[in-house]
């Protein structure tokens, strides 16, 4: 399957089990964001962060640069544990909002595009030589993975569905 078939951009946003990340982040406070949940490690804020991370590393790959590939996954997270200030909250979920526009662009970008190499940054990735599309794949299954931690935690907050809806069964 292609990306430019209209289910890469419905799964990027949202679509049947795949909850769109700007809906269910609407109404979650700072306050709420920098909550954990008991044995998990992370708190929604540190997750959206994770998610920033890696979307702004796969756009600079895409792009041409050469960013730093982190030599533990820990590094691909927020190093503090405070939780987000207000305004610190409303930018990560801004910056969210803008890699998934990024990310929906590339997909629309035509066949050329989308079969252009991206170069490798770690030995794990050299047998794959991952493309644009790869990694617009990559991407929509990572952060449908990371957004279903995000349901799982508002829900322990008893704050699931969202106003927007959201799978409850």
């Known amino acids: 399957m292609i990306a430019t078939d209209p289910t890469y951009r419905q799964l990027l ?4 089990a795949h909850v769109d990340p700007i809906a269910a982040l609407e109404e979650v406070s700072a306050e709420v964001a920098g909550r954990t949940v008991p044995g998990y490690p992370h708190s929604i804020w540190q997750v959206i962060n994770h998610l920033n991370y890696w979307m702004d590393y796969e756009l600079g790959r895409i792009a041409g640069k050469r960013p730093h590939y ?3 996954a820990i590094e691909s997270w927020p190093k503090s544990v405070t939780p987000p200030s207000a305004a ?5 979920k801004s910056e969210l909002a803008c890699h ?5 662009k590339l997909s629309e970008a035509g066949p050329g595009k989308l ?11 050299e047998p794959r030589s991952p493309n644009v599309q790869a990694v617009l794949w990559q991407i929509v ?4 993975y990371h957004v279903g931690q995000i349901a799982f935690m508002l829900r322990c907050f008893n704050l699931w569905p969202p106003p927007a809806g959201g799978d409850t069964w």
């Open 13 to 16: 946003r949202g679509h049947g």
């Open 70 to 72: 982190p030599e533990r």
């Open 88 to 92: 610190d909250w409303q930018r990560q």
């Open 100 to 104: 998934l526009d990024e990310f929906r």
């Open 115 to 125: 079969s252009a190499p991206v170069e490798c940054m770690h030995a794990g990735e």
């Open 141 to 144: 299954v990572h952060n449908s």
